[in-house]
Every structure is written in structure tokens, then in C-alpha cells.
């Protein structure tokens, strides 16, 4: 007998595959988005995901998912492909409890070079130093940067103080020639490019 294609197999047997019957029980309630990170969801799940003996496996299966998206990003110019620079930043910074301030360091061809959580704050801003951030693109040798932050209340609407420090990044990266492609929000949804609004 053929076994049933994984694609068409129900969530509650794919977790069932990945955790086994105990940790596939503890997110019998919890929608697939929140579990991946690709939503606002339970800040608890996601802050300790790790650290939760049944559910490790998961976490390894979220960071295979970064890793494999992140290697392709190295061999490929990340402005055409923005989908998955959104998804990528969907996993490493959907549905975290606190903001964090991430850089995406691209070299000339805007090939991703690292993905960098470079400030951690708190539930609802997060402080970013200039100095820091050229600091590392210098370190890095990037040509080109995309920044990131993410707001756990889940809407991904700039605010001034959002839009204030994209020009100041923009403008004190100019000065060593490393270009700013795009600030993404990651939320609810999907993330919310500044290049697209036009407030780059």
C-alpha cells in the first residue's frame, strides 16, 4: 500500500511525525501560524520553545526552515527574491514576545551574508545605536543592508519614531557607502515593507 503523500497528510499527523504523541498533544489548540512564527501568537510557546523537552524537535524544525532560507539567500539576489526575506524574518522574529532589531548584511550582488539580531529591547521598542550598526556592516564588508524589527502587539504599521531612525540609519550608512534596501515590520501578516510604502 502507497503511504498517503506528506502535503496531504492532516496537521494533527504531520506535528504527530515531528514531536511524537506527547508533543503533538500540547499543540492540539494552537493554530499552525503561531506555532511557526508566521503570526502574533503565544509569546510564552515562542520565548521558550526551546527550552520545552517535547516540543525541541519543532524548535530544530523552525531553525532548519531559517537555515535552509538563509543558505539560499546567500547564492541569490535578495531584492528578487522577497518572498523569501519575508519568510525569513517571519521565523526568526514572528511572534516574539519583546521587540528586536535585526540586520540583514548583503554583499555587492545583494547576496545575504548574515542575518543579525543586533538589539533586543522590550514589549514595545527596542533602542538602536547608528554607531553599532555601521559598526557591523564595516565588520561584515556589506555592500547593502535590509533592516528589520518586529512589533509583538502584531500590527505592522511604522511609527515616526520607526520611520525618524530608518532615515538616520539610511543617511550614516551613506557615509561609508553601504546602501539600505528596505526596513520590513514583521507582525501579523505578512511583513510590511518601508521600500514598498515608499518611505525609504
Known sequence: MTPTPIRHLPDADLLRLVLGNEGAATLTDLPLADVFRFDAGTPA?????????????????????????????????????????????????????????????????????DCVELFRGTLTQTSVYPREVVKLALQRNAGAVIFAHNHPSGVTEPSQADEALTRTLKQALALVDVRVLDHFIVGGGDPLSFAERGLL
Open 45 to 113: 510557546l515562542q520565548e521558550g520553545i526551546a527550552h520545552y523537552g517535547p516540543l525541541r524537535p519543532l524548535a530544530a524544525a523552525v531553525e532548519l526552515m531559517a537555515r535552509a532560507l538563509s543558505r539560499i539567500l546567500a547564492n541569490r539576489d535578495c531584492l528578487a527574491e522577497p518572498a523569501s526575506v519575508r519568510k525569513l524574518l517571519q521565523l526568526r522574529l514572528g511572534g516574539l514576545p519583546h521587540e528586536v532589531f535585526a540586520v540583514l548584511l548583503l554583499d555587492a550582488q545583494n547576496r545575504l551574508i
